[in-house]
């Protein structure tokens, strides 16, 4: 289980912001051949993130590349070059534009030869981006693909050019919109992550200066199930990290109740009242979730 509060977008063209990337406090970071690379850039920003991955001490976060879509030219070698060259430094592949399950049944396909060829058992895990209507009509299917896959994603921006929603920039919001835009794709992703037993991460939102808006569509994200979310600048790292923890308050209380609870199993009862609330075997599962998510970030 990784923690995924949040995980930091960051150019692989880049030298510099991938080695800034390395000393941030996100919890995962992708360095991206997709998106943030120019066609001219990608040959080269292979062998830059090879070479970062290789390199920089990353202390515990977890360290991903994401590819370049299956359909163009370049996603079958970035997986074999990053792999074969960086494959033991690298913990995630993360697959842009998937539309169906085959989409990343493939990649695991490469993957399964490539670590056959280097006669590694270290198996490297993948993230793949629901952002195609293709992709939500077949989420859960897709959630479900291959034991290697640990997390949906939903892509906002380039979700919103397949749907031909109207929106001035990626995950943000439209006034004209009577409630939340995103309600309705984010509902289905988290449910089909969470029903294949993998995680749910929201994706970008492009407007960094605006700090207040980064931070309601995490609280919008963290209350519908979504374990964390994209940070396209360093500034939205502490704002996912804090949205995405329980507080020590809801902690020390999670773990109150479940201790009530054990202990009110170990009497034969099925319930018990804590502090005039009602905790039975419903709710203690629910506070459950609190405690193991307080543990694997050491609170």
């Not at 920003?45 to 990353?58: C, G, P, S, V």
């Not at 697959?95 to 695991?108: G, S």
């Not at 009530?260 to 039975?280: P, T």
Request: with cysteine; charged share 30%; net charge negative.
């Amino acid at each position: 289980m990784r923690i995924r509060r949040s995980e930091l977008s960051t150019p692989g063209s880049s030298e510099k912001m991938m080695a800034k990337a390395a000393s941030s406090d996100a919890d995962l970071v992708f360095l991206d051949l997709e998106d943030a690379v120019a066609p001219s850039e990608k040959v080269g920003a292979r062998a830059k993130i090879i070479e970062a991955l290789r390199t920089h001490d990353w202390g515990r976060k977890t360290r991903a590349v994401r590819i370049n879509s299956l359909d163009t030219q370049w996603a079958y070698e970035d997986v074999i070059d990053v792999v074969e060259n960086a494959g033991e430094h690298l913990d995630i592949i993360i697959i842009p534009k998937v539309k169906r399950a085959a989409d990343v049944q493939w990649v695991d396909v490469l993957l399964t030869q490539i670590e056959a060829k280097l006669g590694t058992e270290r198996r490297i895990g993948l993230e793949v981006l629901i952002e195609e209507v293709e992709a939500m009509i077949n989420a859960e299917e897709i959630a479900r693909s291959t034991p290697r896959l640990e997390a949906l994603i939903f892509g906002p921006g380039d979700y919103s050019a397949s749907q031909g929603v109207r929106s001035s920039a990626v995950g943000g919001v439209s006034k004209d919109y009577p409630g939340d835009v995103w309600h309705y794709a984010r509902n289905k992703v988290v449910i089909a992550a969470r029903a294949a037993g993998i995680e749910a991460m929201d994706g970008p939102f492009a407007d960094f200066g605006d700090s207040e808006g980064y931070r309601r569509e995490c609280m919008r994200a963290a209350i519908l199930g979504f374990t964390g979310k994209w940070c396209i600048h360093p500034s939205q790292i502490p704002i996912a990290n804090e949205v995405f923890s329980p507080t020590q308050q809801q902690v020390e209380r999670a773990r109150k109740l479940v201790a009530a609870y054990e202990e009110a199993e170990r009497q034969g009862l099925g319930s018990v009242a804590v502090d005039g609330v009602m905790v039975d075997a419903a709710s203690v599962r629910l506070m459950r979730n609190t405690t193991r998510r307080a543990d694997l970030i050491g609170m």
